[in-house]
């Protein structure tokens, strides 16, 4: 399985249901207890569905309960890099609306593929207290390895936020870095975001197909 694809599914499993409604419930709850009990909800969601022979409007389900749990401004940004700054405030939220339709379109196509992974998550390390934590987890698929993703999460006056994935140690977001560098070299800014633009429209496509 695909790295981005992978980390979409364990994204999808690990933080469909777990909206923002529920992190100003529970604000002081640790993140990996946090994570743990969403992917018992999130599962049985899923399996509900699939014994019931309902389907699931994926891309709605996205949108709606895993964006608030987003830092999508930190990741678009860690993304872009040294380019960030040279965007304009206009540039810059067109990037951040693009890279967030990306990352929900992925995911979203990554959750239709699942199958009943088991996702195991490890005891947080790290000082009490700490506002930037890392979440580890593994999924585990039938006859291959193990595959492990972490989340870097922070703890903002919004409550924890993932900004970055990092799928078998490969960060997500910085997996985007080179390819969005070359497209501004070559076009600029402004390219880039037609460039992302015109991959949602083609991904929204195949979702609808």
């Given at each position: ?8 599914l364990?994204?999808c ?17 640790r993140?990996?207890?946090?994570m743990?009990a ?15 022979g ?15 749990l ?24 067109a ?17 239709a ?6 996702i195991?998550?490890?005891?947080l390390?790290g ?6 934590v ?6 585990r ?7 492990s993703?972490?989340?870097?999460m ?28 070359a497209?501004i ?9 037609k460039t ?9 496509d195949?979702?609808?197909?």
């Amino acid at each position: 399985m695909p790295r981005i694809l992978a980390a979409g599914l364990a994204l999808c499993v690990g933080l469909t249901v777990w909206g923002a409604e529920v992190q100003h419930a529970a604000p002081s709850q640790r993140p990996d207890a946090l994570m743990k009990a969403v992917t018992s909800e999130v599962t049985a969601i899923l399996k509900h569905d699939r014994a019931a022979g309902a389907r699931t409007d994926i891309e709605q389900l996205v949108a709606k309960k895993i964006l608030p749990l987003f830092d999508f401004r930190r990741m678009t940004s860690m993304a872009v890099a040294r380019n960030w700054s040279g965007a304009s405030p206009a540039q810059q939220n067109a990037l951040v609306e693009e890279f967030r339709t990306l990352l929900v379109r992925t995911y979203s196509g990554s959750l239709a593929n699942y199958r009943d992974q088991e996702i195991e998550y490890k005891p947080l390390r790290g000082p009490a207290g700490a506002t930037e934590v890392l979440v580890m987890s593994s999924m585990r698929q039938p006859g291959a390895q193990a595959l492990s993703i972490d989340y870097e999460m922070a703890d903002t006056a919004a409550g924890w936020k993932v900004y970055d994935v990092k799928v078998a140690g490969v960060s997500l977001v910085l997996n985007y870095r080179e390819t969005f560098a070359a497209e501004i070299r070559n076009n600029g800014i402004d390219g880039l975001i037609k460039t992302l633009a015109a991959k949602n429209r083609a991904a929204g496509d195949r979702l609808k197909s």
